[in-house]
């Protein structure tokens, strides 16, 4: 279940600071990306760094990393036992979220990382993350609808919660294409906290600002990519110089080319799964602002003449579909609404059902074929390939749903 507070998190790991320095990332969308970029570029320039982000992809410990590689999952199981012998002796009943930033924490001091890229799990604010007293500096990332249950119905109710890793004199640098609303809550919180200076990443012609394009091509990343890199590497720069380590940004050039975030704009073959090779595009988008991204994406690069697209999707339960499905879905469409299957250590999500996904999907565009899979997700992944045939297949809808695939060829695989 979920549990926002610092309380039980402070119990778990103590009030000494810890023993490494961090990139703390809040926010929407985006932030597990910038995550990603911003840890293989220390790892480029030679620092010693871990990264975890949330939620795991296949197995639990994979949401951990120590100098670009998951940390072993006998490592990760010693400390997990150490940190839940603890939880339970003190009788502090943390979260299973809890339980597990404070495993990645002691990984990391254990490993005897320098520097932290740790992204916000929910909001920022009350998230066991911010147990962080004195972070090398904090991003901001696009902000968006998500979670309103928990962190506000209004943008403005948001970004307050989001803004909560603010520090007292620590540095931020922030999407400076943020609603103004979000903008201005920043703003006021940054003053009332004393935190160090805003630095805003701007766009000029549509193209976010950034010193890293000086040696870095544009060409093969989108619009939001370019924002997530430029956010990236200014917090690096930042924390770089805040340690005082010499690095050459022409050192970041391959780390970005070889960044790789799975579940992002990921083209890949199910292949071994369907026998029909043809490349499919695999995309975590789980809200309303992520899949306008993913539907413009698809729109510019995959509709080629007008082709109708295969939808698989799978959407977690209190998700806005009104919001959601009309960002992805066009007249002539197909629609193979599924379920993703049980998650491990998170019993409190749970799928939509997928009769609920396409009902509402036939009310608000006339699709071609559509149904809900009632067999295997393997099974329902065969009978897209088949509808699909020749023309281009997205699975999107949860990052649930991602890992399942990413599951089921890795169990192919091996």
Not at 28 to 45: E, I, P, R
Not at 57 to 70: A, G, Q, S
Not at 239 to 244: C, G, T, V
Not at 274 to 286: E, K, M, N, S, V
Request: glycine share 8%.
């Amino acid at each position: 279940m979920i549990e926002l507070g610092l309380a039980r998190i402070s119990k778990l790991l103590g009030e000494s600071l810890l023993p490494w320095r961090a990139i703390h990332v809040a926010g929407t969308n985006g932030k597990g990306s910038v995550c990603a970029y911003a840890s293989s570029m220390l790892h480029a320039c030679g620092v010693t760094c871990g990264r975890f982000t949330s939620p795991h992809l296949i197995d639990r410990w994979d949401c951990i990393t120590v100098n670009e590689k998951v940390v072993e999952e006998s490592l990760f199981r010693q400390i997990e036992r150490q940190v839940q012998l603890k939880n339970e002796k003190e009788g502090i009943e943390a979260s299973e979220f809890e339980l597990l930033t404070a495993t990645a924490f002691e990984i990391f001091a254990q490993e005897k990382i320098k520097i932290g890229v740790v992204e916000v799990g929910l909001g920022g604010r009350l998230d066991a993350t911010n147990i962080m007293k004195d972070p090398l500096v904090t991003v901001i990332t696009k902000i968006g609808k998500d979670h309103e249950v928990l962190l506000g119905s209004t943008l403005s109710e948001i970004a307050y919660q989001k803004a909560g890793i603010l520090k007292l004199d620590v540095p931020s640098i922030v999407d400076g294409t943020n609603h103004e609303d979000v903008l201005r809550v920043i703003a006021e919180v940054s003053k009332n906290v004393r935190s160090g200076r805003l630095n805003y990443i701007e766009e000029v012609t549509g193209q976010p600002q950034s010193e890293i394009w000086t040696v870095q091509s544009r060409a093969a990343y989108q619009r939001h990519q370019q924002m997530n890199i430029s956010l990236a590497y200014e917090a690096v720069t930042l924390a770089m110089n805040q340690i005082r380590l010499s690095f050459d940004p022409e050192q970041f050039v391959t780390a970005i080319q070889n960044t790789s975030w799975p579940g992002r704009l990921q083209m890949l073959s199910i292949g071994s799964l369907t026998g029909h090779f043809q490349p499919i595009l695999l995309d975590g988008a789980h809200n309303a602002q992520s899949a306008v991204v993913l539907g413009s994406y698809v729109d510019e690069k995959l509709r080629e003449c007008g082709k109708p697209v295969t939808w698989v999707v799978a959407i977690s339960k209190g998700k806005n579909l009104q919001e959601i499905l009309p960002a992805l879905l066009q007249k002539g469409d197909n629609l193979v609404a599924v379920e993703f299957g049980p998650v491990d250590q998170m019993p409190w999500v749970q799928p939509m059902p997928a009769e609920e996904i396409l009902d509402t999907a036939r009310a608000m565009v006339e699709l071609d074929r559509s149904w809900a899979a009632q067999g295997s997700l393997h099974d329902a992944l065969r009978s897209s390939v088949e509808t699909s045939g020749e023309r281009p297949m997205v699975i999107a809808g949860s990052l649930y749903l991602v890992s399942d695939v990413l599951r089921l060829l890795r169990n192919t695989y091996s």
